[in-house]
């Protein structure tokens, strides 16, 4: 794991990410008790929170910042699997299946982020049923996700997956400091999370520009035309 500063850790039950968190199942005491628990660091951006294959010691959670999960082939190409945003789990597929993880962390935005061990984790899984049943369908929910990403990169043009890949990561990113949905992302990660190479997601991000469907800033996409972008999608499910 990279070096991070530790921070005094958010209280669970005033985190302003509870409510998309699956912590909000849990009652008072089980709040105080990950409360008690569990660490917090501060991590910048390029610091890897831990490695494929790497083994699992318990649960991350992040509370501010952003997040990649990716997968690195033999030539040392990534591929994103997804963007982790505010309130989202971080590492449950390895901790619930005691095996290693599948996939690479890596902060793109400087991340807060609380980690409580497996120990801790496992013994409000046991106890509190509201929370075991929401880990066991966001497990489901993100095999079911992968599977039809896999899909898509296989069988939708490049252009459909961007626009899609816009419209899911607008929302993931709207909170109450950015309610438009405005999305930071490096053309390298776009590019490696619809499964293509850097200049052709640089070309078409400047063809939906230019047919007024998005604005751009750096590395700030702005979408402007959402259901524009749901037409581009259409045109290959």
Request: charged residues 25%; glycine residues 6%; contains cysteine.
């Amino acid at each position: 794991m990279t070096t991070q500063s530790r921070i005094q850790p958010p209280d669970c039950a005033q985190c302003k990410s509870r409510n998309k968190s699956l912590f909000h199942f849990c009652h008072v005491d089980e709040t105080e008790y990950i409360s008690q628990n569990k660490t917090c660091a501060l991590y910048k951006k390029g610091q890897t929170i831990f490695h494929e294959n790497a083994n699992s010691y318990g649960l991350y959670c992040l509370n501010e910042g952003k997040v990649k999960l990716y997968k690195q082939a033999p030539d040392g190409k990534e591929q994103i699997v997804k963007i982790v945003t505010p309130g989202d789990f971080i590492g449950y597929g390895a901790m619930l299946s005691a095996s290693v993880y599948a996939v690479s962390a890596e902060v793109i935005e400087d991340a807060v982020i609380c980690f409580i061990p497996k120990d801790s984790v496992l013994k409000i899984f046991r106890e509190n049923n509201r929370f075991s049943e929401g880990m066991v369908q966001l497990l489901t929910k993100t095999i079911d996700q992968t599977v039809e990403k896999m899909a898509d990169i296989a069988y939708k043009p490049v252009r459909g997956r961007v626009a899609e890949a816009l419209l899911l990561l607008s929302e993931s990113y709207k909170d109450e400091s950015n309610p438009k949905g405005v999305v930071s992302i490096t053309r390298e990660d776009l590019a490696s999370y619809v499964g293509t190479v850097k200049e052709t997601a640089i070309r078409v991000l400047k063809d939906l520009k230019e047919e007024g469907l998005i604005e751009t800033n750096n590395h700030a996409i702005n979408i402007l035309d959402a259901k524009g972008l749901a037409r581009v999608c259409e045109l290959y499910d």
